[in-house]
C-alpha cells in the first residue's frame, strides 16, 4: 500500500467547530472529512479503545485483507444511513439481490397494514431489482444504495490480530447462527463522534491507496480516484475469517468472513468435519483427528487451533466505508461483477438450453460420487447441530 492525502484535521469533543471557534478555519470542512474524537465513560467503550491502541503497537502492520465486501444502506431522516444487511456480499450483484429482498419485505409489511399502494409500489421496485442493474433506488421516500466497504487486517511479529476481549461475542459453540448481527442496524455517519484509537484508525485507512504494480491499473486509478471524490470514512463493526499458516503466510482459508469470532469459530469447525474430510477424501480414521479437533474446540473455545501439523487462527477484520458529499462509496467500476440480476440469469441460461418449463421439478437430483460423499458428510453435520440446539 501507499499513501494519498489524509483528511483534513482532528475535531476535539464538543467542538464541532473546531478549536479555533465559530468562524474558525475548521468552518469551511464538510462533516464527512472530518474525524470527531471523544472519550467515553462507558467500561466497555474505554476498554476496545484500550485494545485498540494497545494493538497499534502489538500489530503495527496494516494489510489488505482481500477484495471488498458490499451491502445495503438506507438514508435516514435524522443523518446517517442504516447497515440493513450483514454487509458480507462478495460482489455488488450480491447486495442488489439483498436489497431486491428488502423492498419484498416492505411490501409484505405494508399488505399487512392494509396499504395496497405501498404494496404495490414496493413489489415494483423489487421486480425491477431482477431485471435491472440498479445500486440505488427511492422507494416510498426513503434511499437505498448499495455500498462498498474495503477489508483491512493488523499484523506483526506474531501474524495477523485475533480477536479482542471487547469484541461482542455471546454465543455457545455451535450455535453462533442464534446471535445478535452486529452489523445490522448499524449507522454509518462520518459526524458522529469516535474514541481517539478509532479515529486514529480510520485516518491511517483512508490514507491507504493501491500501490502502482501490484494490482491492475483500473483498480488502481478506481482508488487514487475514491481517495478524491471520498475522502471521508466510518468503521463498519469489525468482522471474523479463519485463516491457516502455510509456508511461513497465513492464508485465508476462504473470501467469506463472520459477523462475530464465535461464528468465525464455528465456520473452522464445519471445516474440520466437513470440508476438509471431503476435499481430501479421507476415510473415517483419517478423519477422526479432525473431528477430535472439532469437538475440542467447540469444547474450549480459542482463537488458534493445531491439528495434523497444520495450524489455524481466527483473525480479526476492519472494514472501512468511504463517505463523499452524497453518502457512502457505491462499487467501482474495477469491482468484480460476474453475475447478472437474477431473472437476467435465468433468461440467459433458458437461451442456452440448460433450463426448460418441461423439466419436471418434482424429479429427484442425481448426485455423482462426489457430491453424494459431501452430502453425507454435510447431514452428518446437521444432525449434530440440530442434536445441539434442541439439547
Known amino acids: 500500500m501507499e499513501h494519498s492525502n489524509g483528511l483534513d484535521g482532528l475535531s476535539g469533543p464538543g467542538s464541532p467547530s473546531g478549536p479555533g471557534g465559530p468562524g474558525g478555519p475548521e468552518d469551511s470542512v464538510p462533516a464527512y472529512r472530518t474525524v470527531r474524537v471523544t472519550a467515553s465513560d462507558e467500561p466497555l467503550a474505554a476498554l476496545a479503545d484500550l485494545e485498540a491502541w494497545q494493538a497499534r503497537d502489538t500489530y503495527p502492520l496494516l494489510l489488505c485483507a482481500g477484495a471488498p465486501v458490499f451491502g445495503v444502506v438506507r438514508e435516514r431522516e435524522e443523518g446517517g444511513w442504516e447497515v440493513l444487511d450483514g454487509f458480507s456480499g462478495q460482489a455488488p450483484q450480491d447486495a442488489r439481490d439483498c436489497m431486491g429482498s428488502q423492498f419484498r419485505r416492505r411490501a409484505h409489511e405494508a399488505r399487512e397494514a392494509g396499504d395496497e399502494e405501498g404494496y404495490d409500489l414496493c413489489m415494483r421496485a423489487a421486480e425491477r431489482m431482477e431485471w435491472e442493474t440498479l445500486d440505488e433506488l427511492t422507494v416510498l421516500g426513503d434511499r437505498y444504495r448499495v455500498v462498498r466497504a474495503e477489508c483491512f487486517i493488523r499484523s506483526g511479529t506474531e501474524g495477523p490480530e485475533p480477536p479482542r476481549t471487547s469484541d461482542l461475542d455471546p454465543s455457545a459453540p455451535g450455535l453462533s447462527h442464534q446471535g445478535p448481527r452486529p452489523t445490522v ?45 471520498h475522502p471521508g470514512g ?24 463472520c459477523e462475530t469470532p464465535q461464528s468465525a469459530r464455528d465456520s473452522l469447525a464445519f471445516k474440520l468435519r466437513v470440508m476438509i474430510p471431503w476435499e481430501e477424501r479421507l476415510d ?15 469444547a474450549e473455545p480459542a482463537d488458534e487451533l493445531e491439528v495434523e501439523g497444520r495450524r489455524f487462527r ?14 457512502p462509496e457505491g462499487p ?15 433468461q440467459q441460461l433458458r437461451e442456452q438450453g440448460l ?20 452430502a453425507a458428510l454435510f447431514h452428518e453435520e446437521e444432525a449434530r447441530v440440530r442434536a445441539l440446539r434442541e439439547g
Open 234 to 257: 466510518v468503521l463498519l463493526p469489525a468482522t471474523f475469517m479463519t485463516a491457516e499458516y502455510d509456508r511461513g503466510y497465513w492464508r485465508p482459508d476462504s473470501v467469506a468472513t
Open 332 to 346: 467501482r467500476p474495477s469491482d468484480p461483477d460476474p453475475q447478472p440480476p437474477v431473472m437476467v440469469q435465468e
Open 284 to 298: 473415517a480414521e483419517a478423519r477422526a483427528p479432525y473431528k477430535a479437533a472439532a469437538d475440542r474446540f467447540d
Open 185 to 229: 442496524g448499524f449507522v454509518l455517519d462520518p459526524a458522529r463522534p469516535t474514541g481517539m484509537s478509532e479515529g486514529l484508525l480510520k485516518v491511517d485507512l483512508l490514507s491507504l491507496v493501491r500501490k502502482t504494480g501490484t494490482v491492475p491499473r483500473a483498480i488502481q486509478e478506481d482508488s487514487l480516484r475514491a481517495a478524491r471524490t
Open 314 to 327: 481466527v483473525v480479526r477484520v476492519e472494514r472501512l466505508v468511504r463517505f463523499g458529499p452524497d453518502g
Open 355 to 374: 433450463i426448460s418449463d418441461d423439466e419436471d421439478e418434482n424429479a429427484p437430483v442425481k448426485l455423482d460420487e462426489n457430491a453424494q460423499r459431501l
